[in-house]
């Protein structure tokens, strides 16, 4: 059964500074998809990384996925109020199922 | 108009009640899925259909079932509602392509008294 396992669950942070959360999953996948949730919305998808070493980077955000030690990042960088939100990663557990299995959540906050 | 259509956004309702969900979506996707969001828990799968002939069970399917009425429509029920069935629903597509995401409607927010 695949079990994906992010940290932090609740992370605040000063606007400028930076930081990371971390997604880990328990079996191989090489398909990892990160979303973005504001208070009573849908989700929002942030970045789709399909393979070993790769990276995406949207604004302030990039996402990194390592299949070999079946972790993925989100590193924010020089954070502003705007990114505050709640963040999941979602790993395909592979073949042609398409299901995701959705981490707990990141819940971010950034404070002036 | 939104791609991903869910009806209703809200509903209060009392235990032992019948309530139906619904999904309609636009984008012309095959694979349709139903998730539960609780607080602190992410998003869980409930069921999931790849076309009209095609259901099965997710993660957490019991005392829930689901009608793939065409290829656009996706309802889950509740049979006899019960309290800890209050949640936030989601309604999902997907092409089937795995560059591509699955595309989530707005919700639906279940109370359950």
């Known amino acids: 059964e695949l079990k994906v396992e992010q940290n932090p669950l609740f992370l605040s942070m000063q606007e400028g500074k930076n930081y990371t959360i971390y997604c880990n999953y328990s079996?191989?996948?090489?398909?990892l998809y990160w979303y973005r949730q504001d208070p009573g919305k849908s989700l929002e998808s942030l970045f789709v990384l399909l393979s070993n070493g790769a990276v995406k980077q949207e604004g302030r955000l990039m996402a990194s996925l390592d299949t070999k030690a079946r972790l993925s990042t989100l590193h924010i960088t020089a954070a502003v109020h705007d990114l505050s939100a709640t963040y999941f990663c979602?790993?395909?557990?592979?073949?042609?199922?398409?299901?995701?299995?959705f981490g707990k959540g990141t819940l971010l906050t950034v404070n002036p | 108009d939104a791609d991903v259509t869910q009806t209703p956004r809200n509903r209060i309702t009392k235990t032992g009640k019948r309530i139906m969900l619904e999904c309609s979506q636009t984008k012309g996707h095959d694979r349709m899925y139903w998730y539960r969001q609780d607080p602190g828990l992410g998003l869980r799968l409930i069921y999931y259909s790849f076309d009209v002939k095609d259901i099965n069970k997710g993660e957490i399917s019991d005392g829930y079932s689901v009608s793939r009425q065409a290829q656009a429509k996706f309802s889950l029920s509740l049979e006899s509602a019960i309290p800890n069935q209050t949640a936030l629903y989601f309604c999902a597509t997907s092409g089937g392509e795995i560059n591509q995401p699955q595309h989530f409607g707005d919700g639906t927010r279940l109370s359950i008294l």
């Open positions: 079996t191989t996948s090489d398909r």
């Open positions: 979602a790993v395909d557990g592979g073949g042609s199922n398409y299901k995701l299995t």
